[in-house]
């Protein structure tokens, strides 16, 4: 793959047996991986009580990452806005930068990433936030992590922290036309979650680019489409060890909790449903079909960058899946 920069996105997925610990640490080992061959960015997701992610606080894994890494760019797919203090996030993103320059990804998205009864855990008001809430509060963002801060009266300027040297890249993530919009509105790298999102990535990317207006820090639109993939030595193989992601397909349409169960598992209870009429990843074949395949996809949606998941039982699986993708 070597029409456009590829980076991953992570969940640190916690399967059958495993701990947080165990996941944590195949996450790192995952990071260290993409670091060595030669992958652009690493993200991590933000998911809340969820029995097969151990990814909830992407700004305390995004610094693991980074100390553990070289050279690749670091972040969140992403942080979900409506949990969080604004100016809490544009603090934690700063000292990342600071920490790690040059290095550090802000990715925000609208969703609580969580069921319905967590979300109002995580709610910081219990009025919730609307839509013209969340355009101020990413606007915001964009002020404090710049070099010009929010004037807020009597002379006085809020900036997320003090003599910043560098400053994260903000990316508006989304599964819909409307972060599409709204990122070309505000001038804003714009990256579509079309690992789950049902709209036609193409066609959610021109509008995107149709309606970019320049901003000071993104004079040109930047796209990049985040999609699911896994590469196995054959179709058959790669199927298999497909299996768990779309187990874990069937368990969000069931509203069933549990870790990620392993290949074999997947395949028994795949077979015992008579089979199922989809795929829980998206692209799913050998190294040179994949490749393909994605190669299709980025010329098709006119992106400048490619975001891989690989949701797989075994870390090993993620990394030859990297590797394919990358022909490394």
């Known amino acids: 793959m070597s029409t456009v920069p590829v980076s991953v996105l992570d969940l640190a997925t916690v399967r059958t047996g495993w ?9 790192i080992e995952y990071a260290r991986a993409a670091d060595r061959l030669g992958a652009a960015r690493f993200w991590i997701a933000e998911h809340h009580n969820m029995p097969s992610v151990a990814a909830t606080t992407p700004p305390v894994l995004a ?9 690749i760019r670091v972040g969140s797919g992403g942080v979900m806005l409506p949990n969080h203090s604004p100016y809490v996030v544009a603090e934690q993103f700063a000292a990342l930068e ?10 925000l998205g609208r969703a609580p990433g969580a069921d319905q009864v967590t979300a109002w855990a995580l709610r910081r008001s219990q009025e919730g936030l609307g839509h013209e809430d969340f355009v101020e509060h990413v606007q915001l963002l964009q002020a ?37 919009r709204l990122a ?24 995107y680019r149709d309606g970019f207006q320049p901003s000071e820090d993104l004079p040109e ?11 196995g030595p054959t179709e058959e ?21 549990e870790a990620l169960p392993s290949p074999e598992e997947s395949k028994r209870r795949i077979d015992a449903m008579g089979g199922v009429d989809f795929v829980g990843t998206k692209v799913v074949g050998t190294p040179e079909r994949v490749r393909a395949r994605l190669d299709a996809m980025v010329a098709d949606c006119e992106v400048q960058e490619l975001m ?21």
């Open 237 to 257: 193989e790669a199927h298999y060890l497909a299996g768990p992601s779309t187990i874990n397909w069937v368990n969000i349409r069931r509203d069933t909790r």
């Open 184 to 207: 070309a509105r505000l001038g804003i790298r714009y990256s579509y979650a079309g690992h789950f999102g049902q709209f036609d990535p193409a066609a959610v990317f021109a509008l």
């Open 98 to 107: 600071a920490l790690y320059p040059g290095r550090i990804d802000l990715g």
């Open 19 to 27: 701990s947080s610990a165990d996941a944590l640490a195949a996450t």
């Open 63 to 71: 610094a693991a990452v980074a100390a553990r890494t070289e050279r």
């Open 221 to 231: 639109p930047h796209a990049m489409l985040c999609t699911s993939v896994l590469a």
């Open 308 to 328: 891989v998941l690989t949701t797989a039982y075994d870390v090993e699986t993620r990394i030859d899946t990297l590797a394919a993708v990358l022909d490394s």
């Open 144 to 180: 404090w992590l710049g070099p010009h801060g929010v004037r807020v009266g009597r002379g006085m300027t809020l900036t997320a922290t003090p003599a910043a040297s560098g400053y994260p890249e903000i990316w508006l993530l989304g599964s819909s036309d409307y972060s599409a």
